[in-house]
């Protein structure tokens, strides 16, 4: 079972950027894929964007254009660039290693923008 640790989050202003990272305890390339999501308070989680083992890439509707997944094989590491962030944008991210329908779960990090 891999272990999970996202970090980067924090208060940003409207506009601004902020760049997540996500480091595994192991190797994150026996997962079909990694995946960012969010959960902002009273609403359910949701996928942000992801990244399978191939290097090709998802997105929700919304966060197309502004942010962009990346990872690191040889760091056991993926990122969410967040860029032209927004109020509503402000939540708790999460990092998910996925594999078969299974995911394994970081504790989250917070990302709070304000307006």
């Known amino acids: 079972q891999v272990q999970l640790v996202e970090s980067g989050g924090g208060l940003v202003r409207a506009g601004g950027s902020l760049r997540l990272s996500c480091a595994a305890s192991?190797?994150?390339?026996?997962?079909?894929?990694m995946e960012w999501h969010r959960q902002a308070l009273g609403k359910q989680r949701e996928l942000v964007a992801g990244?399978?083992?191939?290097?090709?890439?998802m997105y929700a509707d919304s966060m197309k254009g502004r942010f962009t997944p990346s990872r690191d094989d040889a760091k056991n590491t993926v990122y969410l660039q967040m860029n032209s962030l927004k109020p509503e944008d402000t939540a708790v991210y999460y990092c998910?290693?996925?594999?078969?329908?299974?995911?394994?779960w970081g504790p989250g990090t917070q990302v709070t923008v304000s307006s």
């Open positions: 990244i399978t083992t191939g290097g090709r890439t």
């Open positions: 998910a290693a996925s594999s078969n329908g299974i995911h394994y």
């Open positions: 192991g190797s994150i390339f026996s997962f079909n894929s």
